[in-house]
């Protein structure tokens, strides 16, 4: 383990961090944000104004309250066409990261592996180090459209014990074909001794017909070691409400017991009943969340694809687009010289008041992250500024 002063100088995280704080400082266009433009459903807010009225504001269990388990199954059954027993088989927790957090606390023992495909959401390495596991990553560039492809994870599998796995991406908005998600299960069933978790927190928000697809419907064999982990987070726009979900083996569902007792204790109820308002409710905010960020996508990647040089495979989900601008390193904008990522997003963000996420943060420092969750009205003027920042280079 590492000594506690190092734990918390994750490189991706403090990138993030940074650029974001810069937008705010700047009053700046941010295409850096990771979350929905919205409040949540009004149903949903009032439930918890109800809850809070009524006081509940007791202990609930350590698993969660049996309404939300049973709602998060039904959510399952659904959306994934998966069945989990929410007595079980379901533990709520505080929100995906703590989820992924703690599953990795109960499998992995110190110098265990675990692999992961990159581009990578920011906290995995930060996770891996928190429980002093090896990384095992995976590169999958712009030329092979930012997925794992079945002979490199059979490759990569051998002394692995956890195989981490993100779809729809963040950082790059890719979604797993039906086809391409069974060839992956196929390989995963021929190492039995890998778990896999599923960190499925953008599946609603798939577009062009692709569909949301997993590896427990694939290969049924595989649910014994699967671990689905999602969030109302991003679906619901509720990212400040902390709510997550595993769903899994009812050894790892009580594994998960334990730790939540020592570390979170549980999730309190007036947030659950605004989880279960959101997964019981009417679900046309995230229907119609997902088409508009569908319309918004293809406002980026055309703004995107006008630019000479700049690489960008098409995604098609979550709300992220992560182009390839490397063509842009030793230039130089109004003196100022580019040699990486890092260096553009910040002459970007002098020189035109548009805030992105350098690649680096994910783990790939030839491309950046741009996220169309911003205002729409402010969508349009930030492509143009990056489309004339990119024509000023020299």
Known sequence: MKPANTLLTGTGTTIFTVMSALAVQHGSINLGQGFPDTDGPQDVLQAAADALMDGRNQYPPLTGVPELRQAWAAHERRFYGIEADPDRE???????TEAITASLMALLDPGDTIAFAVPYWTTYVDIAEIVDAKMRLLPCPASQNYKLTPAQLDAALPGVKVFLFNNPNNPTGMVYTKDE??????????????????????????????????????????RDRVIHVDSISKTYGMPGWRVGFIAGPEVVAQAFTTLNSNHITNVPEIVTAAAVAALSGPQDVPAQKCAEFQARRDQVLAAM????????????????????????FGKSHNGVKIANDVDFCNALLEAKGVACVPGS???EPHALRISYTCPAEQLPKGLERFREFFAELA
Do not use: Q
């Open 305 to 328: 694809n006008a630019i000479p040089g700049v690489v960008c495979p098409r995604p098609e989900g979550a709300f992220y687009v992560f182009p390839d601008i490397s063509c842009a």
């Open 181 to 222: 998600i069974a060839a992956l299960a196929d390989v995963l069933v021929k190492h039995p001794d890998v778990w896999v978790i599923c960190d499925d927190i953008y599946n609603r928000m798939v577009f062009d017909g692709v569909g949301y697809h997993n590896f427990v419907n694939a290969r049924p064999e595989l």
């Open 361 to 363: 943060a994910f783990g």
């Open 90 to 96: 379901v533990v709520v927790t505080s929100g995906a």
